[in-house]
């Protein structure tokens, strides 16, 4: 026991005492009395004293109050962790470069409801000796996250929103609500233990579900079947439960692969086209390519989009020469797709333009005898038929 002024005081006082030993200016602080540590994460237990640049003679130990358990220790320069709890063992830490500057603050990794409770920081060094207290409570923070922030779905597959929260094993309390950021629709709705779709939108009805088995996890990832243009967008993931309320916001973007190109050739008596028809989403970039890869600029794209959203693509290539060396490319970058196609045609002119007036000729001659014999069935039904 300390005795100043003539009154008893306990060590915990101690450093409020003068004495011949000690400076009466040491002072040992914790700055916040009572530390909200929140479930595996680290927690600083803020500590300072008087500083003295010399730390040879600095001795900073951390115990709890309720059963003196060392938490860490510090002498002769280094930690000195062998009477160390096994509860702290390779979770504690001081800043050491922040010693010499009368910061003994705690540092305690990945923290467990079995933390909480009192804690006394007690340093010692050549201007005095002294001690401070504080409660360290633990609590669960409640999060909402979606992992990806962004989701590319792809047309008539299923497409998974991410979303996971902190969990509470009850579920009687649980809400999940999946909705547009934009406008506020409701996607998906889950509460009272069952899924409540009645002010669902009528484009996603029959077509959202929860993993019902994992909300007792913390996940509450939406499924959207078959896809569509209209599903790309903003979503909201907001989530309750006993432990909170929270949002988390992510965006989903839509692409379809194209189809394989359909090729039709036309042959007239000027030139040669040479036509690839084709749908997807979104819009892509289309070229042409000659015999050396060099770019052609002879072609043209006719676009319009289908019923479901895609964008239907009809480009043509027209070639004056009797000899077709060339590749239709397409590329679709949202889903790195690209197609190429490579067309060789090697034709006569002069064959055709005979091979059309031929033709010509051969639908004149049919014609006219088409109509000879029909005039001359008319005339044999007229001998045929008597005379009155």
């Known amino acids: 026991m300390l005795h100043c002024h003539g009154k008893c005081l306990s060590f915990h006082n101690a450093s409020k005492c003068s004495h011949p030993l000690f400076s009466a200016s040491f002072e040992v602080i914790t700055p916040n009395k009572h530390l909200l540590a929140i479930r595996g994460r680290p927690a600083i237990l803020g500590c300072e004293f008087t500083p003295d640049t010399d730390l040879s003679n600095l001795v900073v130990t951390w115990q709890r109050q309720e059963d003196s358990r060392v938490v860490h220790s510090f002498y002769y320069l280094h930690d000195q962790l062998d009477r160390q709890s096994s509860n702290y063992q390779k979770r504690t830490s001081l800043y050491s470069s922040e010693l010499g500057k009368g910061n003994a603050s705690l540092i305690i990794a990945a923290v467990s409801p079995k933390d909480a409770g009192w804690y006394l920081c007690i340093v010692s060094n ?144 000027s030139a040669l086209k040479v036509q690839f028809e084709t749908e997807g989403f979104p819009k892509p970039e289309v070229t042409w390519l000659g015999e050396h890869n060099q770019n052609l600029s002879c072609h043209m794209e006719i676009y319009g989009q289908t019923e479901d959203g895609l964008y239907f693509i009809k480009s043509i290539f027209e070639a004056q020469k009797p000899v077709v060396n060339v590749t239709f490319t397409l590329k679709n970058h949202l889903l790195n797709q690209n197609l190429h196609r490579p067309v060789f045609l090697s034709y006569d002119k002069d064959t055709t333009d005979h091979m059309i007036i031929a033709l010509v000729f051969l639908t004149v001659i049919c014609f006219l005898l088409i109509t000879g014999i029909f005039w001359l069935a008319i005339k044999k039904q007229k001998k045929q038929t008597p005379s009155l």
């Open 126 to 269: 050549t201007k005095g000796t002294g001690r401070a207290l504080m409660q360290v409570t633990c609590g669960a923070s409640f999060e909402v996250i979606t992992p990806n922030k962004h989701l590319l779905a792809i047309r008539g597959r299923p497409a998974i929103l991410g979303c996971e929260f902190t969990p509470d094993t009850d579920l009687s309390n649980l809400v999940v609500t999946w909705q547009r950021q934009e406008d506020s629709r409701v996607v998906h709705s889950f509460y009272y233990k069952q899924d409540q779709l009645d002010r669902q939108s009528s484009k996603y009805q029959n077509r959202t579900s929860l993993y019902s088995s994992e909300l007792g996890k913390g996940n509450a990832s939406l499924i959207i079947a078959a896809v569509s243009p209209k599903d790309a967008g903003w979503y909201l993931c907001i989530v309750s439960n006993t432990k909170g309320t929270g949002r988390a916001l992510m965006q989903v973007t839509y692409g379809a692969y194209y189809s394989e190109p359909r090729i039709s050739i036309l042959v007239n008596s």
